[in-house]
Each structure stands twice: as C-alpha cells, then as structure tokens.
C-alpha cells in the first residue's frame, strides 16, 4: 500500500507537472481564438483540438515516465522473489534511460549465474555427504537438527525426515556437543555401538550460528588395525620361536637316540656335549628374544620433567667412544621429557650409527675417507627441537622395514631398538625418522620434540 500511493503521488504529480507546462498554450490559443476575428465553429473546433491535444499529450508523457518506471520496478521485483529470466525492453546506449535499463539486465544477468554456481555447488555438497561414509550433522543455536547426511540416518537408524527439528538430546547427541572439540569416546547409537571419534566446529548461516558435527566410527579400523598387528605379532614370534625350537628339538632327538643305544659309542660324551651346548645358546638366545619382547610391551609412560637437552647429548654421545664423533654446539634448549627414556633413545641412535660406521669401516668394497665418524647437531623452530645424528656408514639398504619390531639385518640384533625409539619418542609428543643421506655415503636420524611450556 505504501508503494502504490507513492507511485500514484509520482504519476499524480507528473500530471499536475505536465498540465502546468501546456496549460498555458492551450489558454494563449483559446484567448487568440476567443478575442480573434473566427467564426464560432472555427473557435469552437481549434479550442477543442487544442484541449484534446493537451490532454493526450500529458497522457503520453506520462506513459512516457511511468512505464519505463514500472517495468523496472517489475524487474527489481522478480529479482527479489528470486526470478532471475526477466529483461528489461528498450535497453540502448547513449540514452539515460537506456543505460538504467542495461545495468539493471546486467544485474539479474550476474545474479542468475551467482544462483545457477550456488545451487551446483549446493548440489554437489549434498552429493559428497551423502556419499561420505561418516556421520555429519549440523544443529542450530538451539542445538536442533538442520541438515544430516544418509550415514547419520544409518547411524540413528531414522529417516531424515524424523530427525529434522529434533533436539540433539533427542537424537543421543548431547554428549559429542560438550567437551573438546576433537576427541574420541565411546558411543551407543542404535546403528553402531563403539569408539567414535568426534570432530567439532561451527559456522554461520543467515546471521546466526550453527555448530557441525562429524562422527567417525573407529571400531572396525581399530579391529582391522588390531587383526593386522596380531598377524604381524604372531608371525614375528612364531618365526623367532620356530628357529630356536627346531634345532632344539632336533638336537634332543639326536641325543635320544644317541643315549638309546647298548653299547654307547665311545665319543658319545662328546657328542652329547655338543649338542647340549647348542640347545643351551639357542634358549639363551630365545630368553633373550622373549625379555627384548616383554621390554618393549612394558615401557612404561614417561615421567616428564625440565631437561637440558644440550648437557644430555653431550654426556650421551661421550659414552660412545668405538668411533670418532662431533657435536655441533647449537642454541640452549630446555624441554620437558623423561631423562631415562629420552638418553635410552639417544644411545640405541649411537649405537646404531656407531655399528653402521663400523660396518662400512669393514668393507673394503667403500672407498670412504677415515675421520669424523658420527657428527651430532640440533636446532630450534617455533615449537619444537630437532637433534640429527649423521652417520659415514653404508646407509639404509630397506628403510620400510626400520620400526618393524624384531626385524635387524645384524647378525646378533634384537629387532627392537628403532621400534622403541619410537615409541619413546612419540610418548613424548614427537616424530623420528631415518633416510639416508643426500650429501654422500650415510644415513640421517632426525629425531623432533616439542618445546616445553617456557622454553629457552
């Protein structure tokens, strides 16, 4: 209503505009006419021509104004109830209206490609959810349902349509919308019971704000992950188990037939000398294996606290003394870690460049340069430290296979000392890794850990 009334009180005032231009013609003509020498039907026929005129006139300058107007207002119209086909007729250059009219086409022109990119982009969203094989939902500042992909239908076993406009108490929900917002826990859902892992954030629509929850399943990867590492366990134990049984048992048998004999040969004692001997190295050497195995099943957690890293590498690194080394002094360096997991890490790292430099020391087939065998560096970055140790040794020959527990290409190796290097390290919140060299012959440990809170 407010606009019909402004646009009659434009038109009503564009007539009243129009009238006072020609009025004053039509009444200079009637008075010529009225006080000229004219016959009546002469007066009377230009007077009425003359008013007629008039009349049309304002009627087509008025039309003149409005339509223009109008189908403008009908193009802003459609615009706004989201019609974005309609163009506006007449649009020229050079011409004031004309222009108006070529940015208002351009205008719905711009708009209807935004829309056209905004609903493909929306279409293909909901085809990603919905092929996405986790969870996904977004609830509202009252924590109601708004949009849930089809594997948060198979995870609460209800069609979308029951869910929308639901509560997340409702749903079983409440629990993933308090606490972190990364984490994993436990869940009971009525398509899935299990670990979930629960990832949180939010994001605003129409001005108001909307959390979005992503629920990952964990079980089945964790019991794949389980599966694979009983596999890998039980073929690692049974092959170490089977190479010191069989010759075990094989030995016992010999023995026996060996001791069944009447009369006994006469070199019987030292045969069963022998023998025994054997059977007494291979279970030394099983004993070994299973304490090696018991010592990296037990580690217990580290017990942090402040660390000089620096003194630690240097009283480390001086215990090995097979083979030359350096250490390269870098910045002063406090973090927090468990000084007895973290100076074994850093011994197993020794020892291992020390038998790798040993090793190419004994092969005559390297033509390497006698010297500085291991050097030893560390430097700082925004949050953590990094220690390198760089061997001259022959290099990694299977850099797969390195944190594989009990795999060793030493004749006399356990297998896990790379393994719990690891394992300490990533106690502590850190990463290693071993490649070799890209400067000459060796291999390269670069062992990172984060900062402690006031680190110098």
């Known amino acids: ?30 008075l010529l006419l009225w006080w000229g020498d004219f016959s009546p039907p002469v007066r009377y026929t230009v007077g009425t021509l003359s ?3 008039a009349i ?18 009908n193009l802003l119209g459609g615009l706004r109830e989201g019609d974005f086909s309609t163009r506006a007729r007449g649009a020229v250059r050079d011409d004031a209206l004309g222009e108006v009219l070529i940015e208002a086409n351009a205008l719905a022109e711009t ?15 909901r085809t990603v959810m919905a092929e996405l094989d986790v969870a996904v939902f977004a609830l509202d500042e009252s924590q109601r349902l708004r949009l849930a992909n089809r594997a948060a239908e198979n995870l609460l076993r209800r069609p979308i349509e029951q869910l929308l406009g639901r509560t997340a108490q409702e749903l079983g929900l409440a629990e993933c919308l308090a606490g972190e917002v990364a984490r994993t826990i436990p869940l009971t859902f009525p398509g899935a019971v299990g670990r979930f892992g629960v990832r949180r954030s939010t994001f605003r629509q129409d001005g108001r704000s909307h959390q979005l929850l992503v629920l990952t399943d964990l079980s089945r990867a964790l019991r794949e992950e389980e599966r694979l590492a009983w596999q890998r366990l039980v073929r690692v134990l049974g092959h170490e188990l089977n190479n010191s049984l069989a010759p075990i048992k094989s030995l016992a048998g010999s023995l026996e037939s060996l001791l069944s004999r009447d009369p006994l040969p006469e070199d019987w004692r030292d045969d069963a000398q022998r023998g025994l001997a054997v059977i007494s190295q291979r279970s030394e050497a099983l004993t070994r294996f299973m304490e090696a195995y018991a010592r990296l099943a037990k580690l217990p957690a580290p017990r942090k606290q402040n660390v000089d890293l620096p003194a630690l590498i240097r009283r480390v690194v001086a215990v090995e003394t097979r083979v030359q080394h350096e250490v390269k002094e870098g910045p002063a360096v406090m973090i927090s870690a ?26 005559t087939s390297l033509d390497r340069p006698m010297g500085v065998g291991i050097v030893v560096v560390w430097r700082r970055s925004t949050d953590s430290v990094e220690v390198m140790v760089t061997d001259s040794g022959p290099g990694l020959a299977n850099p797969a296979n390195l944190f594989v527990p009990f795999f060793t290409t ?35 440990a670069r062992l990172r850990l984060p900062f402690s809170t006031g680190s110098v």
């Open 1 to 30: 209503m407010v606009a019909q009334s402004s646009q009659m009180r434009f038109e009503r005032r564009l007539k009243w505009l129009a009238s006072a231009v020609g009025l004053p013609g039509i009444a200079v003509v009637l």
């Open 51 to 53: 008013v007629v005129w």
């Open 56 to 73: 049309v006139t304002i009627a087509l300058l008025v039309h003149r104004v409005v339509f223009p107007l109008q189908t403008l207002a």
């Open 111 to 125: 708009l209807r490609q935004q829309r056209l990119g905004a609903l493909e982009a929306t279409a293909l969203l």
């Open 338 to 363: 468990d000084p007895d997991q973290l100076e074994q890490l850093l011994i197993n790292l020794l020892r291992n460049a020390a038998d790798a430099v040993l090793q190419g020391a004994g092969d």
């Open 410 to 444: 030493k004749p006399k190796g356990s297998g896990i000392g790379l393994t719990l290097c690891r394992q300490i390290v990533e106690a502590h919140g850190g990463s290693i890794a071993l490649e070799n060299r890209t400067d000459g012959q060796g291999c390269v």
